[in-house]
């Protein structure tokens, strides 16, 4: 994925490539949310956080329910930019399954998310 970015000559690493797609797909959340969902500890959500709002692709906005918290959301510019990585992020997934049938790629989902599942089960 970085070097199909690096082609496209957008300044991204992966870790901030997929902050924006979920901020893209799940809307605003917390730090804390953000970070568990691309398995980041606090410290580093923080950088990546820093440099995106740097960078002018989100920003951090009061809860509504908790003073004390943030939400994270996606500038326009960060809504625009996430249009842009669409088309990206589907030709890096069709280049690493392309020798994959149907059949194959419909079992190596499966086979992933019940792996990722039973990584995020703590019981």
């Known amino acids: 994925m970085e070097a199909e970015l690096a082609a496209q000559d957008i300044d991204l690493r992966f870790t901030q490539f997929l902050i924006l797609k979920r901020l893209s797909r799940l ?31 989100l920003r951090r906005t009061p809860h509504e329910q908790d003073r004390r918290a943030l939400r994270i959301e996606l500038t326009d510019a960060g809504n625009a930019l996430w249009q842009q990585l669409t088309d990206c992020n589907d030709r890096v997934l069709e280049a690493a399954q392309r020798s994959l049938s149907l059949t194959e790629r419909e079992q190596l989902h499966d086979y992933l998310e019940r792996v990722l599942h039973a990584l995020r089960d703590k019981s």
Request: charged share 25%; aromatic share 4%; hydrophobic share 40%.
């Open 27 to 57: 809307g605003p959340m917390s730090a804390s949310e953000l970070a568990r969902s691309v398995e980041l500890d606090g410290g580093a959500m923080t950088r990546q956080l820093d440099q995106l709002e740097a960078k002018g692709f």
